[in-house]
């Protein structure tokens, strides 16, 4: 397994490129994870003056035959930001294995996705900066492209994934780091999404379709969206 370093919005030095290959062990990672296939790592760099605190962003992405795991910090420079982001990559191997084991002695009905999910709070670096790095003001939409303070936020991701219950989607969820994860709920066969509230609360919104409401959509002060309620 290689990998594979990649840079958004800016060129990847060799020194950073040979320090990637030193702090990700892949003979470590295999261990936790067999059917691991490839390790994306992208370095991001923001040009808002605002943002010289968490200018850096790495996001590094492990996929195998099991679910995507990734992991994503901001920092000053790339390598605390590759520190921030190995860091929080390790421990959700490291559940991710446990679950594995649980699973294979038959106890995976007994432990709770909080449980596992728990730990997350304890991640270095995980705070409100690194939530703020993802609304930076650069937009690239179809024939849109926003730099800087412009008026439209927007990033857009195409995934392709099978139907799965909600224990299922919420452990997924957790395995890429995000507050929300949309999936197809395998029981109801309806487009849904769950959500984090406060503590190690969830949330889950189902959306069925009603034919008769499509032609209120236009005029309608308010529809589906809103404020997520923690």
Do not use: W
Request: net charge neutral; glycine share 8%; hydrophobic share 40%.
């Amino acid at each position: 397994m290689d990998i594979v370093v990649k840079g958004h919005r800016t060129e990847v030095p060799e020194r950073f490129r040979k320090h990637v290959a030193e702090k990700l062990n892949l003979e470590k990672i295999q261990k936790l994870d067999g059917k691991a296939i490839s390790l994306d790592v992208e370095l991001t760099k923001e040009h808002n003056p605002r943002l010289h605190d968490r200018c850096d962003r790495v996001e590094i992405t492990l996929r195998s035959r099991g679910p995507v795991i990734r992991a994503e910090a901001a920092a000053s420079d790339p390598y605390a930001a590759l520190d921030a982001a190995t860091s929080k990559l390790d421990a959700q191997l490291r559940r991710h294995a446990d679950k594995r084991h649980l699973a294979r002695r038959g106890g995976r009905a007994a432990v709770s996705v909080a449980e596992y999910t728990a730990p997350l709070a304890e991640v270095p670096g995980q705070d409100g900066a690194e939530a703020d790095a993802d609304r930076v003001p650069h937009t690239k939409a179809g024939p849109l492209d926003v730099e800087g303070e412009g008026p439209l936020v927007v990033r857009e991701k195409t995934h392709v994934a099978a139907a799965m219950s909600l224990d299922q989607a919420l452990y997924e969820m957790e395995l890429v780091g995000h507050d929300f994860y949309l999936f197809v709920d395998s029981e109801r066969n309806q487009p849904s999404v769950v959500y984090r509230r406060h503590g190690y609360d969830y949330g889950v919104i189902y959306l069925k379709e009603d034919p008769s409401a499509i032609g209120l959509v236009a005029g309608a002060a308010g529809g589906a969206g809103g404020a997520l309620r923690r």
